[in-house]
């Protein structure tokens, strides 16, 4: 779903830059509420722990996302990311994290064109986010609140959020596209075979967002309020448990070991299972093959990079240059997504104090 520079013309290019630039700054802000709510005590884990989780959430969408598989004949499917990230980190987070995936796969892999990464941001972070998590929270509202519809809500949002990205890069093409191609045909294809990525994209989602929930809810922005009773097994039948305890706050428990589980995976899945993904063109390429649309596309302004097309130059074994982009790709996505993350946690904070160090933080 990576578009490459020349797809779409410059100034359908630059505007859509300007909307990504304006959902960043929104999501900046909107991040330092989720990241803050996310440390109060008994809402979710400490402070300064709020930006590694993050962190992490960017490098395992990363490295999923160089995990194609097939969905048709000669084409293939990636994870998009967005629904994941929102459901995991809140949509604001969510936002921010598949944005740096897609900065640094455009700088540092020549995976999406430079100039056409306000396109990419736009269709891939902002509007599976928006669309992913407003459709699981009106899920939510309607279904019980247990794990199993958490889990089955985060999958129909996941599978929605696709196409509807398709959707939304067919609408630039149609103002902006720089060859005569039939619009209607564009949009049929690209649906249809996003349609079939979604399908991934939602199995992938509800099984991350069911694992997490299943050891940690606590950690889920999606999550929040859930709890189940304690079930006790009395002559033969399960009843709820009296609650005699004081529950120990979330606060108090280190999600040290998901995080290490977490970033153990991700170099796992770039470091050698990536090897093993499809070879065939994703949904955008193919489409744009067979109906003409990469006539105007245009070489990658970093394709001599030392990691471009996700191997490192002048290894010659293919599975070993592949593996050592994946683990440097998911390496620097964690530093920098943890950095941004924790800049956005530590400019809360520093408002916060100044806030209630003038006089009118001291008012009643």
Known sequence: MHA????????????????????????????????????????GVGAERTAPLAGLVAAFIFAVQMLNFPVAAGTSGHLLGGALAAILVGPYTGVLCVSVVLMLQAVLFADGGLTALGVNITTMALTTTVVAYALFRGLVKVLPRSRRSLTAASFV???????????????????????????????????????????????????????VIAVRPDLVHGARGLRQRLKLRVNGELVDAPETAEPVPAAARSPRKVWIAGLVTSLVLAGFVSFYASADPDGL????????????????????????????????????????AGVIGVGV????????????????TAGEQAEAASPAGTSV
């Open 4 to 43: 490459p520079d020349g797809f779409i013309d410059v100034p359908v290019s630059a505007a859509a830059g300007l909307l990504a630039a304006g959902a960043i700054a929104v999501s900046l802000r909107g991040a330092r509420r989720e990241l803050d709510d996310t440390a109060r005590p008994g809402a």
């Open 157 to 211: 949002a996941a599978l929605v959020s696709v196409p509807a990205s398709a959707v939304v890069f067919t609408l630039l093409y149609a103002v902006g596209g720089t060859t005569d191609v039939s619009i209607g045909k564009v949009a049929t294809a690209m649906v249809g075979v996003h349609v079939l990525i979604g399908l991934g994209e939602a199995a992938i989602t509800a099984l991350t967002v069911g694992a």
């Open 285 to 324: 390429e193919k489409v744009a093959a067979d109906h003409g649309i990469d006539q105007q596309a245009e070489e990658h302004a970093v394709a001599d990079s030392p990691l471009a097309d996700y191997g490192v130059k002048d290894v010659d074994d293919a599975r070993l240059s592949g593996g050592l």
């Open 333 to 348: 996505t964690v530093v920098a997504g943890t950095g941004v993350f924790w800049a956005v946690r530590r400019r809360r």
